[in-house]
Each structure stands twice: as structure tokens, then as C-alpha cells.
T-cell receptor, first 112, second 117 residues
Framework: QKEVEQDPGPLSVPEGAIVSLNCTYS??????FMWYRQYSRKGPELLMY????GNKEDGRFTAQVDKSSKYISLFIRDSQPSDSATYLC????????????FGTGTRLQVTL | GAVVSQHPSRVICKSGTSVKIECRSL??????MFWYRQFPKKSLMLMAT?????????EQGVEKDKFLINHASLTLSTLTVTSAHPEDSSFYIC?????????????FGPGTRLTVL
């Protein structure tokens, strides 16, 4: 079993829809949770960074962490074609510059 | 802020040659940098962790003599693929960690596409 599970998609939604992206994990030691967006042939771009359980909002993006269920989500409101990309969840334990564990990424396509 | 650059963005080389990829943190100092490899439509695979002034720590299965890493300063790490072969063709991405140790965040470079003929 992988430490982090993420549906690879592809997920296709119409412009303006609310998108829900999710990851589950098995290691209860993970404390820091991130979402990265990666466009084709580019490096990942950090979107959201959260610590422990709770919600964090930044513009059209909301990140949720439920440590009791070992489940994290990224919501995108009013999705745009420019949101079409692969979204990677990542997480890490507390420690000095410890490694990130990534999900496989979900490919999102927002259509006109 | 938190910009990471990589050079070159793309390189094509003949089998048997060595290729060096540079990773720079442009507006912050990074005591730790990471090197990843990514295959098409796959997630990132961590190759090694590079700390300034010390030897890199390689992940299991990564040949340290083949993938030489040098973290010479707080803003520069290099990955050298020695005696490259076609199976080394891949997308190589670096990241640099910044922030309070223990709570730091990785910022990624744009990646380098290596093609070995």
C-alpha cells in the first residue's frame, strides 16, 4: 500500500465548476500538507501549505486537512481553463528539511 | 519570492557523455536542496537530498557514482549525470527548501529535460 493515495484522473469539469481534489494517507506522522500545481513540462508550483488539521483559504483555493480520517482536500471555486494542470498532494513529517511524500497527481481538465 | 531556476531547461547528448544540471535559489538561501526525477505522467521520484557543504544523501536504488551531486553554496546545487545512457532520459527537477527548519517548504525549479541518444 502506498503511503499517499491520489486518484490520477483525468478529471474533466466545465468552466465555473467547483473542483474537489483529494488524497488519503496512511502515515499518522505526517504533519505538514501541501498542494502543488504542475503544468505540462514544468516544475511543480506551490499552491497551498497547511499544518495539521483545519482549513485554509487563498483566493479561489481552499485546502482542508482531516487528520482523524487521514484525508486532505483541495477545492477550486469558479474553475478556469487555466486551472487545467496536474495537482499533486504532498506531505511530510516534522523534522529538519525532511522529505516530501507525493501523491501520484490528479490531472484536471477545465473545459469551456 | 522563493524562485528557483534550473539550467539548462533542455539538453540532448550522445550516449556516454556527462551532463551537468544547475539548480539555483535566486532570492533566498537554501541549506537543503532536493533532486527529483519524473517520468511521463508519473509523480516525482526523489533521487537525493543535498545539504550545503556535505555529501548528498541518496535514495535507495539511486547510483551515487552515476548521479553526482555537489551543493557548493547556499544558492547552488549541481547534478551531473555521468556516462549517460538512453535509460537516463527523463525530466529532472530540483527543489530548494526555505523557512524555519522543521517547518520549511520546498520550492521547485522549472525542470530539465534530458534526452540521451
Amino acid at each position: 500500500q502506498k503511503e499517499v493515495e491520489q486518484d490520477p484522473g483525468p478529471l474533466s469539469v466545465p468552466e465555473g465548476a467547483i473542483v474537489s481534489l483529494n488524497c488519503t494517507y496512511s502515515n499518522s506522522a505526517f504533519q505538514y500538507f501541501m498542494w502543488y500545481r504542475q503544468y505540462s513540462r514544468k516544475g511543480p508550483e506551490l499552491l497551498m501549505y497547511t499544518y495539521s488539521s483545519g482549513n485554509k483559504e487563498d483566493g479561489r483555493f481552499t485546502a482542508q486537512v482531516d487528520k482523524s480520517s487521514k484525508y486532505i482536500s483541495l477545492f477550486i471555486r469558479d474553475s478556469q481553463p487555466s486551472d487545467s494542470a496536474t495537482y499533486l498532494c504532498a506531505m511530510r513529517r516534522t523534522g529538519t528539511a525532511s522529505k516530501l511524500t507525493f501523491g501520484t497527481g490528479t490531472r484536471l481538465q477545465v473545459t469551456l | 519570492g522563493a524562485v528557483v531556476s534550473q539550467h539548462p531547461s533542455r539538453v540532448i547528448c550522445k550516449s556516454g557523455t556527462s551532463v551537468k544540471i544547475e539548480c539555483r535559489s535566486l532570492d533566498f538561501q537554501a541549506t537543503t536542496m532536493f533532486w527529483y526525477r519524473q517520468f511521463p505522467k508519473k509523480s516525482l521520484m526523489l533521487m537525493a537530498t543535498s545539504n550545503e557543504g556535505s555529501k548528498a544523501t541518496y535514495e535507495q536504488g539511486v547510483e551515487k557514482d552515476k548521479f553526482l551531486i555537489n551543493h557548493a553554496s547556499l544558492t547552488l546545487s549541481t547534478l551531473t549525470v555521468t556516462s549517460a545512457h538512453p535509460e537516463d532520459s527523463s525530466f529532472y527537477i530540483c527543489s530548494a527548501a526555505t523557512g524555519t527548519p522543521g517547518r520549511d517548504t520546498q520550492y521547485f525549479g522549472p525542470g530539465t529535460r534530458l534526452t540521451v541518444l
